[in-house]
Nanobody, 128 residues
Framework: EVQLAESGGGLVQAGGSLRLSCAAS????????YGWFRQAPGKEREGLAY????????RYTDAVKGRFTISSDNAKNTVYLQMNRLKPEDTAVYYC?????????????????????WGKGTPVTVSR
């Protein structure tokens, strides 16, 4: 059974940084593109950043471009999201997801519920 396990969330002050991790198991890691998503209370889940682990190509949505960085360590089957200059509006549950055989650009064009696998999420709270 494919598993994606997020970690690294927590409470941080505005302007601070966090690094989230997503460990993938029971999956051919390089065959998938991975994305980080978030869902704030009362809002729809939104995609933030995507990485094609076969070639390292990344894509970002405007909400996080320049502040967040997605990366992967293929030897560890792990995807990361480095979040800098955090704002209170970044408060949400953050999820990792994977989709098979798409480029990062293609994955970013998908509706969020078309991703193949999801983790259970890790909460991030940014205080003022």
């Amino acid at each position: 059974e494919v598993q994606l396990a997020e970690s690294g969330g927590g409470l941080v002050q505005a302007g601070g940084s966090l690094r989230l991790s997503c460990a993938a198991s029971q999956i051919t890691f390089d065959d998938y593109t991975y994305g980080w998503f978030r869902q704030a209370p009362g809002k729809e889940r939104e995609g933030l950043a995507y990485i094609s682990t076969s070639n390292g190509i990344t894509r970002y949505t405007d909400a996080v471009k320049g502040r967040f960085t997605i990366s992967s360590d293929n030897a560890k089957n792990t995807v990361y999201l480095q979040m800098n200059r955090l704002k209170p509006e970044d408060t949400a549950v953050y999820y990792c997801a994977a989709v098979w055989a798409l480029t990062a650009a293609q994955a970013m064009s998908l509706r969020w519920d078309r991703m193949d696998y999801w983790g259970k999420g890790t909460p991030v709270t940014v205080s003022r």
